[in-house]
């Protein structure tokens, strides 16, 4: 018992500052992609050191529930590719300690990481998201910091434009200055030209001081109107003058209440009760509709019946109404009269229907979002462990440590999860797909992954192995050698021809049988051949009986029946094995296209050489008897 906790605290210490490590890596990664998705929001505003730390606290918090996973994915490959790659992890199997019971502390340490990562999605991020575009807000609304360039119009003050020929970096001086003032409006607007210029900002900083040095000033008399295109205006030649601007360079916080009021601000608790709310004020809505229905007098109807708002059914009976005949009885003067009414009746009614529907659509809209939150506070934990049950097995059947590989197949992995999940999410917001549809979609399909990794790894599977592959493709698609027999130089016993004539004759029954099946098979459609399936059974035994039949006949001394073993063809029985024995899998296997096509032309092709290789068995069996006899 002491020895697995060793084991266990040896695990741990190896995960631990890989996770830490990889954690923070990922997190700097993801604060960085966070920075060039908002530099032009942030660059040229004048910020401080404090509000940009700030920002980015927030933003790195914000961040944690995309690191999370990721991290934990490249952290238990890296964990078991090191160990599997330090023959550490084989030692262990070899002790027989299976790989579930190695994972086994990792196993809790991620459940307790998983149900720290639920609160802290449930209880801090409404916060922490609150926080963050609060600030982000507050950073949009500020105004930019005053940096006017050179040989360019600066319009970042309100009301103005602003052009400046050359700067003095020294003394701050503006040189030939072009100023074009709109405040007014465009058509009281002013123009100033000077040669030079400064400008302060008060100690308040609510203010532009601009001293303006010999210069002139040109703008139109305010209040003239005229007919002509000569339009008053008013020149003034100046030594010194100087303009007072309001310009709001101070970073205000804006109130983060209203973002409390949205989805992003709430718990699973409060997100409960705004989606009853706003269900039961669609129902209000639905039930007011209802009532507008009802109190419309049906034409030509004796018993209108339509639910009620409790869903029950009631009626209301009318007197039938002819509406033609009391058209045709009114006068032609009260006529339009009547229509332009009936118009507007059924044009106002429309529009309040059309107003319904729009706030019942809006309502749907804010009950899906509250949805997608709800759902998102569960997904992070369980993707934290999905990802630990695809890392730890795919780094124990890779056996490849460091940050190569790994890495690799878990930026792979992550993207494949990333592009799934914004999917799935873009579906539950737009409204095609239901809300725990779209949110759950990516665990749905690395589920099954993670299953398989593990079970695979767990049983030391090869499935990553290269030279696995490349022999089976080698049996299914390479050209069948000739069968190499060694004829032995010394006879210890003489072949048993009683047994080789039985083994002749169930050879004989099974492979007229196997002909017979594949002439039927020959025959039956696409669909047939895939339900009755393939007939592996038989064709192993018809080859054990041929090996058989060989392995005792070489122990004769005769020269002509060693060559006439030599005869018999190699059955390419693991050509033939590749069809699944269970329907359903077979079943679904012919239905995938066009992967089933490929497949059915391979077997027909495999079931065209077994006939020949049949027949070669048969005549080899036949001229075998013979030598045997003679």
């Known amino acids: 018992m002491l020895r697995i906790k060793k084991l266990y605290l040896f695990v741990l210490k190896t995960f631990l500052p890989i996770f830490l490590m990889t954690f923070l890596i990922c997190l700097f990664i993801l604060l960085m992609q966070f920075l060039w998705k908002y530099v032009d929001e942030l660059v040229g505003k004048g910020l401080s050191i404090s509000v940009l730390s700030e920002l980015f606290f927030y933003a790195a918090l914000n961040m944690v529930p995309m690191a999370l996973p990721l991290s934990i994915l490249l952290a238990s490959l890296m964990t078991f590719g090191n160990l599997g790659e330090s023959l550490e992890l084989l030692a262990m199997k070899s002790a027989g300690i299976s790989l579930i019971r190695i994972m086994r502390s990792l196993i809790v340490t991620l459940i307790i990481i998983a149900i720290g990562s639920f609160y802290f999605q449930n209880d801090l991020m409404p916060k922490i998201q609150v926080k963050l575009w609060g600030l982000m807000l507050s950073v949009r609304q500020k105004s930019p910091e005053l940096d006017i360039p050179e040989r360019v119009f600066y319009d970042q003050i309100e009301g103005y434009n602003i052009y400046v020929e050359k700067k003095d970096p020294k003394t701050g001086t503006l040189k030939n200055v072009m100023i074009y003032d709109f405040s007014k409006g465009f058509q009281d607007a002013r123009v100033i030209a000077a040669d030079s210029a400064k400008i302060k900002m008060t100690e308040d900083k609510q203010f532009l001081v601009f001293s303006i040095f010999n210069g002139e000033s040109f703008e139109n008399l305010p209040g003239q109107k005229t007919m002509t295109l000569n339009i008053p205006y008013r020149r003034e030649t100046f030594a010194l003058k100087q303009i007072l601007i309001q310009f709001d360079a101070s970073f205000k916080r804006i109130d983060n209440s209203f973002l409390q009021n949205q989805y992003i601000g709430k718990d699973i608790t409060e997100l409960r009760k705004s989606i009853d709310s706003m269900e039961v004020k669609i129902d209000s809505i639905n039930r007011s509709n209802v009532k507008t229905a009802t109190n419309v007098t049906p034409l030509n109807t004796a018993n209108y019946q339509i639910g009620g708002p409790s869903d029950s059914t009631f009626t209301k009976t009318f007197t039938p109404i002819d509406i033609d005949s009391l058209y045709a009885e009114t006068d032609n003067s009260n006529k339009n009269s009547v229509l332009n009414r009936a118009v507007s009746t059924a044009e106002a009614t429309r529009q309040e229907l059309e107003f319904k529907a729009y706030s019942i659509e809006a309502q749907e809209g804010t009950i899906n979002r509250h949805y997608i939150e709800w759902h998102k506070k569960f997904t992070l934990s369980f993707a934290c462990l999905i990802f630990f049950f695809i890392g730890a097995p795919l780094g124990a059947i890779i056996r490849k440590g460091g940050l190569g590989l790994p890495v690799v197949l878990s930026v792979f992995l992550f993207i494949f999860y990333y592009i799934i999940d914004n999917t799935g999410y873009k579906m539950a917001r737009d409204g095609k797909w239901p809300a725990w549809e779209g949110m759950w979609l990516s665990s749905f399909v690395l589920l099954p992954l993670g299953t398989f990794l593990t079970f695979k790894s767990a049983r030391d599977s090869v499935i990553l192995n290269s030279d696995t ?74 080859n054990q009986l041929m090996e058989a039949i060989i392995e005792e006949m070489n122990n004769s001394n005769d020269q002509h029946i060693y060559f006439k073993l030599m005869e018999y063809p190699v059955l390419p029985v693991e050509r033939y094995n590749i069809i699944p024995k269970q329907k359903w899998i077979r079943m679904t296997l012919g239905y995938i296209f066009p992967i089933g096509i490929l497949f059915y032309i391979y077997m027909k092709i495999q ?23 003679n």
């Open 607 to 629: 079931q065209k050489q077994l006939l020949n290789d049949f027949e070669t068995i048969t005549r080899v069996n036949q001229e075998l008897s013979n030598l045997i006899k």
């Open 469 to 542: 592959y490349l022999l089976f493709i080698k049996k299914i698609f390479v050209k069948r050698g000739r069968r190499s027999l060694i004829r032995k130089e010394l006879v210890m016993f003489n072949p048993d021809l009683e047994k080789v004539f039985q083994l002749l004759g169930e050879q004989n029954t099974l492979l007229n049988d196997l002909v017979k099946s594949f002439a039927h098979k020959r025959k039956v459609g696409y669909l047939s051949f895939w339900e009755e399936g393939s007939h592996t059974d038989q064709l192993l035994l018809a």
